[in-house]
């Protein structure tokens, strides 16, 4: 069974860089061509799409974070990253790695991915 977990700062000062790390374990075969994407939810909103990265490591960004936002794989860590660059008190969510057979773009739907983690809280605050 596949199961993705979220790591990283729980706090981080405004302007700084946030960096997140999803690590993937239980992986097969198949999952190799897996897409794997981020998601994150700010307090009383909704779920928000923020980029996606493929095997091949192709990488698809939402047209409103693309200028700050840098995902990433590392293989030799089964892991895949999250880079946020300059963050505001706006970037306050809670962030989600999914993952996904196939190719899906903007999309939030839970039911949509194969595979979702449990999220990890981020607080922008000085």
């Known amino acids: 069974q596949v199961q993705l977990q979220e790591s990283g700062p729980g706090l981080v000062k405004p302007s700084q860089t946030l960096f997140l790390a999803c690590t993937v374990s239980g992986a097969s075969g198949p999952t190799a061509f897996y897409y794997w994407a981020w998601i994150r939810q700010p307090p009383g909103k909704g779920l928000e799409w923020m980029g996606v990265i493929s095997y091949t490591r192709s990488t698809y960004y939402s047209p409103s974070l693309k200028s700050h936002t840098s995902i990433a794989r590392d293989t030799s860590k089964n892991q895949f990253t999250l880079q946020l660059l300059s963050v505001t008190p706006e970037d306050t969510a809670v962030y989600y790695c999914?993952?996904?057979?196939?190719?899906?773009?903007?999309?939030?739907?839970?039911?949509?991915?194969?595979?979702w983690g449990q999220g990890t809280q981020v607080t922008v605050s000085s």
């Open positions: 999914a993952a996904s057979k196939t190719l899906i773009l903007r999309a939030t739907d839970k039911k949509l991915y194969d595979y």
